[in-house]
Antibody, heavy 119, light 111 residues
Framework: QVQLLESGPRLVRVSETLSLTCTVSDVSINNNYWNWIRQPAGRGLEWIGRIYSTGSTNYNPSLKSRVTMSIDTFRNQFYVTLNSVTAADTAVYYCARAFRDYGDAFDIWGQGTMVTVSP | QSVLTQPPSASGTPGQRVTISCSGS????????VYWFQQLPGTAPKLLIHRNDQRPSGVPDRFSGSKSGTSASLAINGLRSEDEADYFCSTWDDSLSGLYVFGTGTKVTVL
């Protein structure tokens, strides 16, 4: 069964860099887009960006200046960094697969990891 | 700020039909597939509908999706207590360099 698992620091200081890893199990990371999505408490979902196995990326224009994604196909992991964080970046961060056979719908999600930005 | 508009809430009694709307524009719903997600409290979203009206395996056929022009809808037939959750629509938006967008979310309450 395909599983995604987010990992990384739960607490990040204001103005510093948030870094998360998504580990993909039981499926190759090749041939699909891999995404990061976040959700502030009690609010809606925001797409951060995606990366393909070749390393090609697309970012949300509202975050593009602060986001970097990368991928390691040998480790079956992909990553996100968000720099110059503020309290507004406090959220649950999810990684998700965009499945080509489903028209690039997010069919598999990680459990999510809560990241708090503190002063 | 979400570019897809959903009603904040919907409700029904067990067995009833509930419909949730999702309104967008030509750059998103009008030109791309619509997806629907269910999110139970404290859990990750779950894909209910892909490619406008297709259900992944394991999703009950009580859930159905449709799309017309720049709007889409999710219908839940035979409402059950376990359907009480938040529901989000989503699609790709062709504006700027392209991005996925989500709806504002609808809380479904089973009375």
């Amino acid at each position: 069964q395909v599983q995604l698992l987010e990992s990384g620091p739960r607490l990040v200081r204001v103005s510093e860099t948030l870094s998360l890893t998504c580990t993909v199990s039981d499926v190759s990371i090749n041939n699909n887009y891999w995404n990061w999505i976040r959700q502030p408490a009690g609010r809606g979902l925001e797409w951060i960006g995606r990366i393909y196995s070749t390393g090609s990326t697309n970012y949300n224009p509202s975050l593009k200046s602060r986001v970097t994604m990368s991928i390691d196909t040998f480790r079956n992991q992909f990553y996100v960094t968000l720099n110059s964080v503020t309290a507004a970046d406090t959220a649950v961060y999810y990684c998700a697969r965009a499945f080509r056979d489903y028209g690039d719908a997010f069919d598999i999600w990680g459990q999510g990891t809560m990241v708090t930005v503190s002063p | 700020q979400s570019v897809l508009t959903q009603p904040p809430s919907a409700s029904g009694t067990p067995g009833q039909r509930v419909t949730i709307s999702c309104s967008g524009s030509n750059s998103n719903i009008g030109n791309n597939y619509v997806y629907w997600f269910q999110q139970l409290p404290g859990t990750a979203p779950k894909l209910l509908i892909h490619r406008n009206d297709q259900r992944p395996s394991g999703v009950p056929d009580r859930f159905s999706g449709s799309k017309s022009g720049t709007s889409a809808s999710l219908a839940i037939n035979g409402l059950r207590s376990e359907d009480e959750a938040d529901y989000f629509c989503s699609t790709w938006d062709d504006s700027l360099s392209g991005l996925y967008v989500f709806g504002t979310g609808t809380k479904v309450t089973v009375l």
